[in-house]
């Protein structure tokens, strides 16, 4: 009867999945969190382990206080004025596991900028030293040689210092000399790029591999390591003074890395930004020019699948590969392309007199079609072309929003972070989207702001729906859950070209090209990986497993990753 009914499940799902293209969202949120502190924070980056849980690298002066479903709870020292970094892992409940925090102390310091993880699941972050700093106070000494530079360090998912490399730089005095802006993962390497002044040696090991400026105001880099840390290859990118890789990095699925290049910054008829795509090597082999738009974020979707939110300007024209498609007013836009560069939608928020609808700061998509992109706004909103009645209703003068628009261009859903008082709004805010939920992330300015905007579908024990803001600006986080069937990802399945079989399964589960795959994990429904096989091979074994149903995430050697349902028969 067992075996009947979860093939009964199984052909369940795969008929929904295949039914319906845009399923039925159903939002709600599965927790909010909040940290505040005495004097000044941010978040500023975060990783999502396959568990559901974050890990949070945040800068901080005074002290963290963690609001969460553990109530509040104060993590790390007192430490005013002492420009801290500070990590913490948040489980898939929104409860502060564990933290680790370095407290600068003149003339040592540490700015830890971005994270990553790596195919172990092992926590990269990159940064920079100043000072003689012990990078491991709790368990050992692991001390930053005297000077200035960048660094590397690698602890577990529990917090535990592995490791660390240090890139050390010749004549340099200062810590903000130098910065570690990108860190992104292509397959089993990390991709860094950055500023810096003076001379900068990339090869943490006995090796010499240095960029050195080439003019004394600004200058670029982009350095390639594995896993362990090791130098593989450079670049030192030489451009005018005032030129810059202002928004994160991003990787198109394929092997290559993606940089936003802003040159003037003026938002000039003839100009525009730059992607520009570095393969492997570091080369830059390919750009897309931008015809009078400035992005403020990008991502990829499935494989070379571009969208980004930025300004454009009224006589600017969206099309990167041939053709036309000139915008039809000044203001925010969103635009969306298949991997061929032609373009699939474009929307523009059009001005109000000189002041803007909307402010849009973040994009991402949901591996389903659909964008999913947030900001602020100024005026009611109206992003349904259907309907008449405003998507989204300003309660003050600037509320934050997130919305979304199917593979067409068309009104999915959107909902607004209300405030109680002015000038209460979310503020840099970072989306993206994994597994079926929405990773949010922002700033709020004094005072209220509703932390739950789909009211009452949700009942969080021990959590809130609203919190009253202590500092000037407080660091805010929020998992979403997207209300999607996320289990069954066919159209990245088809295109990693990989099939598994038979589905349900007894004790033997088949891949086809396996080839393809570096890597393969089996999730419980409830997170917990219980197989993880490198290099697999086509049969996998199992055997050991209770019936049931299973996740298989599949990992290409670019980085693609597909996720699909099992069941064990």
Not at 20 to 42: E, I, K, M
Request: proline share 4%; hydrophobic share 35%; with cysteine.
């Amino acid at each position: 009867m067992k075996k009947v009914y979860y093939y009964l499940i199984a052909l369940l799902l795969l008929f929904t999945s295949s039914l319906f293209y845009n399923p039925v969202h159903s939002q709600s949120l599965d927790w909010a969190a909040r940290f505040s502190r005495d004097v000044n924070g941010t978040i500023n980056d975060y990783a999502i382990l396959p568990d559901g849980s974050v890990i949070v690298l945040m800068f901080y002066d005074g002290r963290v206080k963690f609001e969460g479903v553990n109530g509040r709870i104060t993590l790390g020292p007192n430490c005013n004025y002492c420009n801290s970094a500070f990590i913490a892992r948040i489980n898939n409940q929104g409860k502060a596991i564990w933290y680790k925090n370095w407290p600068n102390s003149s003339p040592a310091a540490l700015k830890l900028e971005q994270i990553e993880l790596d195919h172990n699941m092992d926590i990269i972050i990159a940064g920079g030293y100043q000072g003689s700093y012990d990078l491991d106070p709790s368990a050992g000494v692991s001390m930053t040689p005297n000077g200035v530079g960048l660094l590397l360090m690698k602890l577990d998912t529990n917090g535990t210092f592995i490791n660390a490399s240090t890139l050390a730089a010749a004549g340099g005095t200062f810590l903000y000399q130098f910065s570690a802006e990108h860190l992104v993962r292509v397959g089993n390497d990390f991709f860094m790029a950055g500023e810096f002044t003076t001379s900068l040696d990339l090869d943490p090991g006995p090796a010499i591999n240095s960029v050195s400026e080439s003019n004394p105001d600004e200058n670029l880099y982009l350095v390639r390591y594995d896993s362990n840390l090791n130098f593989l290859n450079k670049n030192q990118l030489a451009f005018n003074s005032s030129d810059e890789f202002r928004i994160k990095a991003q990787t198109d699925g394929v092997g290559n890395v993606y940089l936003v290049h802003s040159g003037n910054g003026n938002r000039n008829p003839n100009s525009g930004d730059v992607l520009k795509r570095f393969n492997s090597a570091l080369q830059n082999d390919s750009n897309i020019n931008l015809d009078g738009i400035y992005i403020n974020d990008f991502t990829f979707g499935t494989p070379a699948e571009l969208t980004f939110a930025g300004y454009c300007l009224a006589n600017s024209d969206f099309a990167i590969r041939s053709g036309s498609h000139p915008s039809t007013a000044e203001g925010y836009c969103l635009a969306s392309y298949n991997r061929n560069g032609q373009m699939n939608w474009n929307k523009v928020f059009p001005n109000v007199g000189n002041n803007p609808l909307v402010r849009l700061e973040s994009v991402t998509t949901d591996g389903q079609g659909n964008t999913i992109f947030g900001g602020e706004f100024t005026f009611d909103l109206y992003l349904d072309s259907n309907s008449t009645n405003p998507t989204n209703t300003r309660n003050t003068n600037r509320d934050g929003f997130f919305a979304s628009f199917d593979s067409n261009g068309d009104f999915n859903w959107s909902y607004s972070h209300t405030a109680t008082v002015m000038n209460s709004h979310a503020t840099t805010m970072e989306l993206r989207a994994e597994n079926g939920k929405l990773y949010l992330h922002g700033r709020v300015l004094r005072n209220a702001m509703n932390f739950n905007p789909f009211g009452n579908q949700l009942s969080i024990p021990n959590s809130f729906t609203s919190l009253v803001i202590q500092g000037q600006y407080d660091p805010f986080m929020q998992k979403i859950d997207l209300g999607l069937i996320t289990s069954l990802d066919n159209r990245s399945q088809s295109e990693m070209t990989v099939d598994v079989y038979p589905n349900p399964a007894v004790d033997e589960l088949y891949i086809s090209n396996v080839s393809k795959l570096q890597r393969v994990n089996l999730y419980t429904l409830s997170g917990q990986r219980i197989i993880d096989i490198q290099k697999p091979t086509k049969r996998i074994d199992l055997s050991t497993l209770s019936e049931g149903i299973y996740l298989m995430e599949m990992i290409g050697f670019d980085g693609e990753r597909s996720m699909q349902k099992i069941v064990k028969q």
